[in-house]
T-cell receptor, first 112, second 114 residues
Framework: DAGITQSPRHKVTETGTPVTLRCHQTENHRYMYWYRQDPGHGLRLIHYSYGVKDTDKGEVSDGYSVSRSKTEDFLLTLESATSSQTSVYFC???????????FGPGTRLLVL | AQSVTQPDIHITVSEGASLELRCNYSYGATPYLFWYVQSPGQGLQLLLKYFSGDTLVQGIKGFEAEFKRSQSSFNLRKPSVHWSDAAEYFCALYKTDSWGKLQFGAGTQVVVTP
């Protein structure tokens, strides 16, 4: 399995609070991604990074921001959490491009 | 418009029986196609992928998939399922002219009965 960890694995928070999720990789892969998984939607891309300090939006980026100051870490921030952001969040990495991605174990977030 | 469609939300199959999961895609150029499996509470694991060449692709855990351009399909098969194959399966499409966008189907839940 690819060396990808996500923290925290579970989080409960209240509406309006900021939340940061961390993805850490030990593979030295260039590309990193954040997805959310919701029933009936599969996985949807939130943001991705193609290098340190290089990021771009995915299809469901509203309400989320990201940062990547080191190759190994990709942070996802919910500036002001809403109940619609209750979801399971997956980080993924890829080495040479977005074609073949490897996924972390996920973070289950509940916004009350 | 949905780029990847998995028509079956839920499939029940007996242990030892064959399994086929359907995936249809919408894309005009040559796609890159993937199948991932997700066990309960786990992340996604790549089963197999198709980029080009032989249209019958072998993957891990005894799975295979066949790319049929004329039908815009990439169906996943296994000749004999094991109880451990109970999971959710996702088909995904990478559009070669749309960098960074791996698009997933909604998933098919597979239940294996004794």
């Amino acid at each position: 399995d690819a060396g990808i960890t996500q923290s925290p694995r579970h989080k409960v928070t209240e509406t309006g609070t900021p939340v940061t999720l961390r993805c850490h990789q030990t593979e030295n892969h260039r590309y990193m991604y954040w997805y959310r998984q919701d029933p009936g939607h599969g996985l949807r891309l939130i943001h991705y990074s193609y290098g340190v300090k290089d990021t771009d939006k995915g299809e469901v980026s509203d309400g989320y921001s990201v940062s990547r100051s080191k190759t190994e870490d990709f942070l996802l921030t919910l500036e002001s959490a809403t109940s619609s952001q209750t979801s399971v969040y997956f980080c993924a990495i890829s080495e040479t491009g977005p074609e073949t991605q490897y996924f972390g174990p996920g973070t289950r977030l509940l916004v009350l | 418009a949905q780029s990847v469609t998995q028509p079956d939300i839920h499939i029940t199959v007996s242990e030892g029986a064959s399994l086929e999961l359907r995936c249809n895609y919408s894309y005009g150029a040559t796609p890159y196609l993937f199948w991932y499996v997700q066990s309960p509470g786990q992340g996604l694991q790549l089963l197999l992928k198709y980029f080009s060449g032989d249209t019958l692709v072998q993957g891990i855990k005894g799975f295979e998939a066949e790319f049929k351009r004329s039908q815009s399909s990439f169906n996943l098969r296994k000749p004999s399922v094991h109880w451990s194959d109970a999971a959710e399966y996702f088909c995904a499409l990478y559009k070669t002219d749309s960098w960074g966008k791996l698009q997933f189907g909604a998933g098919t839940q597979v239940v294996v009965t004794p």
